[in-house]
């Protein structure tokens, strides 16, 4: 949930985001709790370090085809993913990003050492553009992920 919102103002925008979805055919998974994402009635959960970190598992009522994806940083975030049973993985931050200053790059290298311990598709984030999918692909990913890269014009913050 973007940290800007509260839960009532993400709730009202997820809906809107979820009926847009749904007119033009597309899946929609929200960055937010599981039981909130299911409650909304969203097709998966992006869980983000805190929640990979205190996984559980999917809640009660969830239904059958629900999308569970995990944002990874290291070996021990990809363990956790794996564990978790996720559909698929981000990795970040690939190259640098505003959205984390001071969060240390993986490069490429350091990515496809984490796809490599993967179990599920990875996608590079953090700093990426369409220009970057032929090489998140040589670097054993599906592709890339992000907001600004991908929209310009469009702000995370």
């Known amino acids: ?3 800007q919102l509260d839960a009532g103002a993400y709730g009202s925008l997820a809906r809107d ?3 847009l979805c749904r007119r033009q055919g597309v899946r929609l998974m929200l960055n937010a709790d599981p039981e909130l994402a299911r409650d909304l009635g ?3 959960v992006h869980l983000n370090h805190r929640r990979l970190c205190g996984w559980q598992g999917l809640p009660s009522g969830v239904p059958s085809g629900f999308l569970v994806a995990a944002s990874v940083h290291d070996v021990a975030s990809m363990a956790m993913a794996r ?3 996720c559909d698929f993985v981000v990795v970040s931050p690939v190259a640098p990003t505003r959205t984390h200053p001071s969060a240390e790059p ?3 290298s350091g990515f ?3 796809v490599d311990e993967a179990v599920c598709p ?3 984030l953090g700093g990426m553009t369409p ?3 032929p090489l998140a692909r040589a670097h054993g990913g599906q592709g890339v992920a992000g907001i600004r890269g991908v929209w310009p014009g469009c702000s995370s913050e």
């Open 83 to 85: 564990r978790a049973g």
């Open 131 to 133: 220009e970057d999918i």
């Open 17 to 19: 985001a979820l009926a």
């Open 122 to 124: 990875a996608y590079a």
């Open 112 to 114: 496809q050492a984490l």
């Open 42 to 44: 969203a097709d998966g």
């Open 1 to 3: 949930m973007p940290p």
């Open 106 to 108: 993986l490069g490429w």
